[in-house]
């Protein structure tokens, strides 16, 4: 995974994965080394083979390749079925090049 980042009023940071089809857009941007995780927030925007996803933030595993994001504004899916858990949360997870998206 590469990280560029780019400012001008806020910063922009824009991660792209080995794939170069995965892209990950965001204002702020936290690194948890110890935990492997990334939490974007602010403007989040996420672009895979299958996703396309906006929200408020999400936290991304490095490890696992799980993503979770917060506060979902809009998403679609084309990579297999959605399973919703329960409607009352705008929560979103999902494994990159999984088969399944899980709406909590």
Not at 74 to 79: E, K, Y
């Amino acid at each position: 995974m590469s990280l560029a980042t780019y400012g001008q009023v806020a910063l922009t940071a824009t991660m792209k994965t080995s794939n170069e089809k995965d892209r990950f857009t965001c204002q702020h941007l936290e690194l948890l080394p110890d935990t492997k995780k990334i939490v974007l927030r602010e403007n989040v925007k996420i672009e895979t083979e299958n996703l396309f996803l906006t929200a408020d933030s999400v936290v991304f595993d490095s490890e696992t390749q799980t993503l979770v994001a917060y506060g979902r504004k809009q998403f679609s899916f084309n990579g297999g079925e959605a399973i919703v858990n329960n409607k009352g949360k705008n929560t979103l997870r999902y494994k990159l090049k999984d088969k399944t998206i899980y709406l909590e």
